[in-house]
């Protein structure tokens, strides 16, 4: 059983910068694609960005596109979300997933969830 675990959210102003982290509680980590994806207030959770599981080759929406940066370290068993410029519309609960493939990832076959954790942007 993969656990994960997000943390690093919190209420920042317009413009201001966050990092989320996502620790997981497995030995293997470095077979799974990991996937950033958030759920604003009263919508459906969306893609945000995944990160494959040896190469690092990353996709980003294109709402984060240039200000969003996703990356891991296998060593750590950790996944990271560099926030920069935020904006009140980045307002939402930010999920880490695990899944077998980046492409697996994006169309929501994500196979491990995190429980969450809260970014809200003050404008």
């Known amino acids: 059983q993969v656990q994960l675990v997000e943390s690093g959210g919190g209420l920042v102003q317009a413009g201001d910068s966050l990092r989320l982290s996502c620790a997981a509680s497995?030995?293997?980590?470095?077979?799974?694609?990991m996937g950033w994806f958030r759920q604003p207030p009263g919508k459906e959770r969306e893609f945000v960005a995944t990160i494959s599981r040896s190469d690092g080759i990353t996709y980003y929406a294109d709402s984060v596109k240039g200000r969003f940066t996703i990356s891991r370290d296998n060593a750590k068993n950790t996944l990271y979300l560099q926030m920069n410029r935020l904006r009140p519309d980045d307002t939402a609960v930010y999920y880490c997933?695990?899944?077998?493939?980046?492409?697996?990832?994006?169309?929501?076959?994500?196979?491990?969830w995190g429980q969450g954790t809260q970014v809200t942007v003050s404008s």
């Open positions: 497995v030995p293997t980590f470095s077979i799974y694609a």
């Open positions: 997933a695990a899944g077998t493939s980046s492409s697996t990832l994006r169309s929501g076959g994500a196979r491990y």
